[in-house]
């Protein structure tokens, strides 16, 4: 078997650098909260979970203000 010239393990070495490189050369999409934007808009169960999310989050907020107030009342 012949011993590839210098020029074909050369051009050999080359193609497989481009090889390697190319998926490199592309760019990565970085990863953004906007991607997901409108994702789950028709799904009936997200929007069960985001109404309950929202009520569990004003029980929250209400119970918080009760406490403020409670705070403030005895203090005075």
């Known amino acids: 078997m012949a011993q590839p010239t210098l ?3 050369v051009a050999t070495l080359e193609s497989e650098v481009a ?3 190319s998926p490199l050369a ?6 953004d909260w906007r991607r997901t934007l409108g994702m ?4 009936e169960v997200m929007k069960r979970i985001f109404d309950a999310a929202l009520e569990y ?20």
């Open 7 to 9: 020029e074909e393990r």
């Open 19 to 21: 090889a390697l490189k």
């Open 26 to 31: 592309t760019p990565k999409r970085r990863k």
């Open 40 to 43: 789950f808009g028709d799904d």
């Open 57 to 76: 989050r004003e029980a929250d907020r209400e119970r918080a203000r009760r406490q403020y107030a409670k705070r403030r009342r005895t203090k005075k």
